[in-house]
């Protein structure tokens, strides 16, 4: 069982550089999230899809843009990137929107930016 | 505005040591609130869901609890692999699924 799963790992940019961050959930689920997790700040929400074929904006949107491929797939870009976008990315997918429906976490790209 | 306050920021423990970890928050209308264990270099793992104000769930060494203004995690008798970092979150009216969370309390536990 893979649940979610995130590619790369690990991630090293250069200011200015884009990327593209790939999320991959193998559980049907139609809700996918992307966090960012820095230092004394907890998860913070960037974007999320409630369903296929809509994206909506989070607590933290600036700077990044996302796709949803399919319902299996959700990906973050980054067009420009800035050392302030160094952080832990952690995506999540959940059955559905409710109050009853935990989110399940992959295990995060980790990205630096020089 | 919506907010999670845990607390302590750490807590280290000899193992058999019983404590609690406290989560605040203020939300209007609270849809349900999550509890999380995060390893070193892992995402957070699910560990349980509350509703309303009274409920308890228990899972092995931990039980959560729920006021209307607060949660407690209660780990009896904790061994070294309950150290992990633990998150709490809360999920506000909406619809939209959207979390927001504590800052996380990180335990030690001491053999």
């Known amino acids: 069982n893979a649940g979610v799963t995130q590619t790369p790992k690990f991630q090293v940019l250069k200011t200015g550089q884009s990327m593209t961050l790939q999320c991959a959930q193998d559980?049907?689920?139609?809700?996918m999230y992307w966090y960012r997790q820095d230092p004394g700040m907890g998860l913070r929400l960037i974007y999320y899809?409630?369903?296929?074929?809509?994206?909506d904006k989070g607590e933290v949107p600036n700077g990044y843009n996302v796709s949803r491929l399919n319902k299996r797939e959700f990906s973050l870009r980054l067009e420009s990137a800035a050392p302030s976008q160094t952080s832990v990315y952690f995506c999540?997918?959940?059955?559905?929107?409710?109050?009853?429906?935990?989110?399940?976490f992959g295990d995060g790209t980790r990205l630096s930016i020089l | 505005e919506d907010q999670v306050t845990q607390s302590p920021e750490a807590l280290r423990l000899q193992e058999g040591e019983s404590s609690s970890l406290n989560c605040s928050y203020t939300?209007?209308?609270?849809?349900?609130l999550f509890w999380y264990r995060q390893d070193p270099g892992k995402g957070p793992e699910f560990l349980f869901t509350?509703?309303?104000a009274g409920e308890e769930k228990e899972k092995e060494r931990l039980k959560a609890t729920l006021t209307k203004k607060e949660s407690f995690l209660h780990i009896t008798a904790p061994k070294p692999e309950d150290s992990a970092t633990y998150l709490c979150?809360?999920?506000?009216?909406?619809?939209?699924?959207?979390?927001?969370f504590g800052q996380g309390t990180t335990l030690q536990v001491k053999p």
């Open positions: 939300v209007s209308g609270l849809r349900g």
């Open positions: 899809s409630a369903s296929e074929g809509t994206t």
């Open positions: 509350l509703y309303s």
């Open positions: 559980m049907n689920h139609n809700s």
């Open positions: 979150a809360v999920q506000g009216p909406g619809g939209t699924g959207k979390l927001i």
């Open positions: 999540a997918s959940s059955l559905g929107q409710g109050g009853n429906q935990p989110q399940h």
